[in-house]
Nanobody, 125 residues
């Protein structure tokens, strides 16, 4: 059974940066695309970034381009999300998810099979 676990959330000041990590327990990690999603209170789940299993393809939501950066280390079964210039609108629960896809990825939640429990990011002004 594939397990997904997020870490790195917390309370940060506006303007600061944060790096989230997503560890996926599976020996075929390089065969899985991984996506990051966020959900603010009262709002739907938004896909913000994804990266293919091979790491050669990624995609970002227009709302975060230029501030978010996704990367992966297949030797550590981990995907990272760097968030820069945090603002109050970034306050949300951030989720990581995975599905089998080596050379492409999608930011649509419906594509994903395995989900983590989420990590809270709170930005104070």
């Amino acid at each position: 059974q594939v397990q997904v676990k997020e870490s790195g959330g917390g309370l940060v000041q506006a303007g600061e940066s944060l790096r989230l990590a997503c560890e996926v327990s599976d020996l075929s990690f390089a065969e899985y695309a991984v996506g990051w999603f966020r959900q603010a209170p009262g709002r739907g789940r938004e896909g913000v970034a994804c990266i293919s299993g091979s790491g050669t393809y990624n995609s970002y939501a227009d709302s975060v381009k230029g501030r978010f950066a996704i990367s992966r280390d297949n030797a550590k079964n981990t995907v990272y999300l760097e968030i820069n210039s945090l603002n109050a609108e970034d306050t949300a629960t951030f989720y990581c998810a995975a599905y089998p896809m080596r050379n492409q990825c999608s930011t649509s939640p419906s594509q994903y099979t395995y989900w983590g429990q989420g990590t809270q990011v709170t930005v104070s002004s």
